[in-house]
Each structure stands twice: as structure tokens, then as C-alpha cells.
T-cell receptor
């Protein structure tokens, strides 16, 4: 079975500092991993994905994620946080192309001015 | 182009009423998914269509939940005899689908259902 875990309910970071939102995964085959962001009263927005290839994946709004097979992790990172990055972030996995996505419980990111 | 749209955005139903939630996917997207997001939780899969065919309905919580996509475009999620535990945000997502389609899905804004 596929699952993801986000160990932190909330992460607080000062504006301008680097940020990391943690995610670990458990899959029975190849991991196809995502990060989505959710702003208040809005749907989920796709940030980035890892399918295969380079372990460092770059996405929207300056975010990137590092795939680490040995640690089964897919942490989301950004070198310099903005107040506008404050939102709810979901790590997710899918078993196949064109299949349901399994989401973590989410991590609320607060960027402090 | 236009993204995924959903209507209504908010719905209040009295317990026992039937409701219908609509999803209009991105034009040309073959695959359509419904998810349920309870307060403070991540979205959970309900059902999946490829064109008009419902290929997976394993996530529907009871036989009160029914989804259709008769012409392979717009989809409707119907909940009969609503219960308080049905209160949630219902998200629709679409993707290109097929053997060469992308893995990611694109989500609508959701319908917030409150059952009183």
C-alpha cells in the first residue's frame, strides 16, 4: 500500500530564511511523488513532482524538493521564504500514471515577517 | 485556459436531503477524480472516471454516494439522504489521462457541504 507521512503539523519560519517541510513515503513499487499547496478557500495547486531522473526537482514559486531513496523522503525546500508562502502544504503519492493520489495530512507553513 | 470549475461553492443541506455537486473539468482532460476533504485532513479519494467510464469507486463511503459522467465531460457527485458526517469539502480534479498523460492532477476550488 502507498502512504505518505508529514511529521510536522506546523512549521514556522522567519521571512528570508530557508524553509523545509518534511515528508516520508512508503510505496510497494516506484514512487511517484508530489507536493501541492492549498490557500484558504481555494483548491489544491500543483507545485512539483518526482517521477524519475534527477533527485532534485524544481517547481513553481521557487520551491524545490529532494528525493532521497535510501531515507524514503521527499522534503520540500525553498532557499528564502516569503510571507506569501504561508499556506497548507500536502505531500502526496500515486501508484501509477492516471490513478488516485494519496495525500498526507498536511503541514501548515507560517512565514513570520 | 480555464481550470476545473465546481458548483455550488457552498451548500447547506438539512439531514436527510439529497444534494448534487457539479464538476466541469479542464477541456480535453480524459480523467476525472472526486476527493473528500474533512476539516484538518488531507483529501481522500472517492472515485475515478476515464471518459464516461467509472473505473474505480472504491473510495465511496456508502451506497448513498453516487457519481456519474454520462458524456465524458461534466461530472456530478450525488449524495442521498445526507448525514452530518458527510460535511466536508468535495474536490474534483482532472488530468490528461491515457498512457502518455501526466501524473499530476489539477483541482477545482471545491464545494463545501455542511449538513445541519
Amino acid at each position: 500500500a502507498q502512504s505518505v507521512a508529514q511529521p510536522e503539523d506546523q512549521v514556522n519560519v522567519a521571512e528570508g530564511n530557508p524553509l523545509t517541510v518534511k515528508c516520508t513515503y512508503s510505496v510497494s513499487g516506484n514512487p511517484y511523488l508530489f507536493w501541492y499547496v492549498q490557500y484558504p478557500n481555494r483548491g489544491l495547486q500543483f507545485l512539483l513532482k518526482y517521477i524519475t531522473g534527477d533527485n532534485l526537482v524544481k517547481g513553481s514559486y521557487g520551491f524545490e524538493a529532494e528525493f532521497n531513496k535510501s531515507q524514503t523522503s521527499f522534503h520540500l525546500k525553498k532557499p528564502s521564504a516569503l510571507v506569501s508562502d504561508s499556506a497548507l502544504y500536502f505531500c502526496a503519492v500515486t501508484p501509477n500514471r492516471d490513478d488516485k493520489i494519496i495525500f498526507g495530512k498536511g503541514t501548515r507553513l507560517h512565514i513570520l515577517p | 485556459g480555464a481550470g476545473v470549475s465546481q458548483s455550488p461553492r457552498y451548500k447547506v443541506a438539512k439531514r436527510g436531503q439529497d444534494v448534487a455537486l457539479r464538476c466541469d473539468p479542464i477541456s480535453g482532460h480524459v480523467s476525472l477524480f472526486w476527493y473528500q476533504q474533512a476539516l484538518g485532513q488531507g483529501p481522500e479519494f472517492l472515485t475515478y472516471f476515464q471518459n464516461e467510464a467509472q473505473l474505480d469507486k472504491s473510495g465511496l463511503p456508502s451506497d448513498r454516494f453516487f457519481a456519474e459522467r454520462p458524456e465524458g465531460s461534466v461530472s456530478t457527485l450525488k449524495i442521498q439522504r445526507t448525514q452530518q458526517e458527510d460535511s466536508a469539502v468535495y474536490l474534483c480534479a482532472s488530468s490528461l489521462g491515457g498512457p502518455h498523460g501526466a501524473y499530476e492532477q489539477y483541482f477545482g476550488p471545491g464545494t463545501r457541504l455542511t449538513v445541519t
